[in-house]
């Protein structure tokens, strides 16, 4: 139950948020290896890309990759939320005081992260194939013209075998590791700091809010470098063995990025972050505090 509850807590959230997901993908393929100044940007900030998605690809445009995200919320957070709940109610994550220890709760959570995003790592592949996907004129990173996530999965399947659906899997593992760890140590350590002082009412759910929020913002300042280069592995065009034709790694990706476009180029579409990861983080979290509420509330 513990592990049901997680993922549809993260697809209720998905739904909310993945036109931003949209946004970030295509933001931070834009004028990939280029100086700045050297490129046309398409999308100039967040809302302007929404603008411009909806006038040239339509308003369904939007919701690009909604299915693979879906499926991948459900299979990365039911297992990393539900892996990390199962530990805190079992005791794991406090010390002999019963005091929540910050450094368990970031090694369970980074644990988590990893075995959910290795599992789900296929669905995140096609899902970035598809969402950066788009009209000529305002394409940006390699174009794979997907027709769907089963078409997509088969013929990368087909050509590459099930090494070539693992592509950039080890590469995003440390994007993973910084946001899960980040993400569920913050929100644990600051929920046990509102109830410690008692500034809402005992179970209330503004306190899981509340820690939503300053979860989401640690989660965005420390993961974007990761999650642009993770991006840009899993887009990248292939040869005919399934290797990566620019990156050879997430730290090779990193590095070129950053002599290329400067330290900024690591932060692209790190509003569009926000907005995205902000309001997932907080949705997800806060779905996920309520139903395991309701859950226990109604079971004991």
């Known amino acids: 139950m513990d592990f049901l509850l997680s993922g549809m807590a993260a697809c209720g959230a998905c739904v909310f948020t993945n ?4 946004v970030k993908t295509r933001m931070q393929l834009q004028g990939e290896l280029k100086a700045p100044g050297t490129y046309q940007r398409h999308y100039r900030n ?12 339509g308003l369904a445009a939007l919701q690009k990759g909604l299915g693979p995200a879906l499926l991948y919320q459900f299979l990365m957070n039911g297992i990393r939320l539900g892996t990390y709940g199962l530990a805190e ?18 090694a369970a ?21 598809l969402q950066a996907q788009a009209t000529s004129e305002i394409a940006v990173g390699h174009q794979y013209k997907h027709q769907g996530m089963f078409q997509a999965l088969t013929q990368i399947g087909q050509k590459h075998g099930l090494v070539g659906l693992w592509r950039g899997a080890v590469g995003g593992l440390p994007r993973v590791v910084i946001g899960s760890s980040t ?19 005992p179970q ?34 292939t040869d005919t063995h399934g290797k990566g034709l620019m990156y050879r790694g997430i730290f090779d990706a990193l590095l070129q990025t950053a002599r290329t476009e400067g330290i900024f180029g690591m932060y692209k579409g790190i509003g569009a972050s926000y907005f995205r990861l902000g309001p997932h983080t907080v949705l997800s979290l806060f779905f996920w505090d309520q139903l395991r509420s309701l859950y226990n509330t109604y079971t004991k």
């Open 109 to 129: 959570g980074a644990l988590a992260g990893v075995i959910g995003a290795y599992l789900g790592s296929p669905i995140y592949l096609v899902k970035t194939h």
């Open 204 to 237: 209330s759910w503004k306190a899981a809010l509340a820690a939503a929020m300053v979860s989401g913002m640690a989660v965005v300042l420390a993961m974007t470098p990761f999650d642009v280069a993770s991006t840009r592995l899993y887009n990248q065009p």
């Open 46 to 57: 967040v809302f302007h890309a929404f603008f411009t998605i909806g006038k040239v690809d």
């Open 183 to 201: 993400q569920l140590c913050t929100f644990s350590s600051t929920k046990d700091f509102l109830s410690q002082w008692e500034i809402f009412p």
């Open 19 to 22: 036109p931003l997901e949209v």
């Open 89 to 106: 109610r079992k005791g794991y994550l406090s010390t002999d005081e019963g005091v929540l220890s910050p450094v368990r709760s970031a």
